[in-house]
DNA sequence: AATGAATGAGATTTCATTCAT
DNA sequence: TATGAATGAAATCTCATTCAT
């Protein structure tokens, strides 16, 4: 059990090493090399954990998933304060800097593999939020004419873009104070 | 002035290969070797016309720009049936495909320089659109209570946002039909 | 005795796995790693019972030797004759398919070590040989003009050579009957 | 003119460089760092010229053809005399010491590449000799029971299992007298 | 201005082998 | 005796870039 523990330590210290050095530098500019000299580990040990570069990224970008978001269904009460707490909290604890941001969306787009991994986390979220919104739109909160599908899809389309133009901008702004002043309007416009 | 004009013609021979390969790997397995055959020119003359491979996108970044915008200021009328109408027209000439959106984002994430350039060309949509927005405010088109540079801002990350994510989608819809309903929602947003 | 018998299990299973994965595959791209797991013990377990890759062949290569002649030599009656026959009985039961042919030479010639040992063999089968021939000819049964040896060096020639160029040849034809065909005419030649 | 003269001279460079270390070390144990080292030239610059280590040996195993059996057929006067000549001829000059012997059969058996290739080498020596014992089958010279192919094929088997068996062996003989030896005794089981 | 051979640092990946458990 | 995580040297191959022609 004792090796167990230490197998999971290894591989934390290696996605740790990774997530360092890509909030330093590009993905691409990141090397294995620089990885396993990080972590402290041999290159060859990186392979026992990883098949490539490529299947670390995978790992990785469940840091973009917002998991409490599911959660939201069963608690009672109106939505949009509840879903503009949850922003605000996520946010707080968003755990990707700019560079670290800019290096996933680099990786992704880089990678098929990595790219199907997103595409699968897209699809979860969507069915994740459109159940929240149906059940806005049944309780009156929310406009009933536009279809929750959309409306869901629309608010992934905010918090990328959200998330992409402010790992892009060179100013030192919060992600947070973005992503609230935006979704305020983009709930403006959904509320019946 | 015969010359010149092979020198131009060289040069957009070697863009649209460029362009032509990126729709159809990542901007990064995209070498140099492959566009100058495409373009039947040496690999040597590549580096005649751009000094580097950043170089090249930052040429090619263009493409993702609305110059129709700064136009509308002139024209008077209401603004939003003005935007939604561009909006569409846009979109219909939008010349890049998914395959091809990715690389430039790709290319622009892992290039210090191009990412540079990329924020020059937010900063001058910016400009060009804040001014719009504050006619609107002014003629009580649009709500006044939120600041003409935030409007402009989301609005930016609307469009990326949903150009991102339709550029990772599988699916093959019309990348207009994305922005123009998600943009129907941002308007409902502003409108006063 | 339960253990060694166990122990000797575990070692004919890792032979076993080897020459299944070399009759696949090439000798060089056949890993441990490959024939552990199919033999379904752990790594270590390997160097446990064989101190290198380049050991294990050696283990094998015995599967080349004609044991059968050695015992020819006590019975009576015309020579080639009864190797006509063992050569036809040998190759019925030849262990060896094309692609493991060509993986043994193929380690052979790869490891000093291998070569050695392919060199005893060599020797030995000179050895079990010769008298052979020494006794045909002292019968009358064959040539007296050529030095047994050089005829038994020819044989060898002769077998190896039809092995190999059965091994590389893509046709489906039974190593037998080239070998039958071959040594018919070998014997022709050093008939009296 | 003097760049293409130049490129060839690269060319050579690199085989002779590879040649030189295959007979000194095995095949696989050449490494294109040596080669390259050896030639005076950038690791890059191998693989302008060979796409891999697989292709330089395909290049290389034209050394095993006898390509003065060709011209064999048109000469008159009898068969056998003329292919011991040749035989002799050939072996005082043939390139390869038994460890670059060695090294290319190595290499042939590890690569589907180099093995096709050998298939083609193969299929051609069949199709110079064959008419020529057929020649030598209709003048009288040669057996008629042996179809021609059948005696070709015993004549490469014999060939390449000396071939095989002296590049093996540790002792100093030379190739040619293993040779000569070995083909007398072959003749004489053919000769009518 | 055009060429393309040469460069060479550096990337990813492999794998036989060791050794602590 | 069996295990399998760790090792790390070494292998092949890539490719943007340079520069002599």
């Known amino acids: 059990m004792n090796r167990e523990l230490k ?9 740790e090493a990774a997530m360092s050095l890509f909030a330093e530098q590009s ?47 069963d608690k009672g009460g109106p939505l949009i304060p509840k879903m503009q707490l949850i922003i605000f909290e996520l946010m707080q604890q968003f755990p990707l800097n700019k560079q670290l941001t800019r290096a996933l969306f680099q990786a992704i787009l880089g990678s098929e593999k990595a790219l199907d991994k997103h595409r699968k986390l897209i699809a979860d979220l969507k069915d994740a ?54 979704f305020d309007l983009f709930f403006k416009g959904i509320v019946s």
Chains 1, 2, 3, 4 share one sequence.
């Open 129 to 182: 939020i459109i159940p929240l919104v149906e059940s806005g739109q049944e309780c009156g909160e929310l406009r009933k004419e536009i279809p929750a599908a959309d409306i869901t899809q629309i608010a992934l389309h905010t918090y990328f873009g959200t998330l992409i133009l402010w790992s892009m901008d060179e100013d030192e702004e919060k992600l947070n104070e973005h992503m609230v002043v935006t």
């Open 27 to 73: 993905y691409e500019s990141t090397t294995i090399e620089q990885i396993v000299k990080l972590a402290g580990v041999a290159k060859g040990t990186f392979f026992n954990y990883f098949s490539s570069k490529d299947d670390l990224i995978c790992d990785l970008q469940g840091l973009f998933v917002i998991e409490e978001i599911v959660k939201l269904k």
């Open 7 to 15: 197998k999971e330590q290894t591989r934390v210290r290696i996605k």
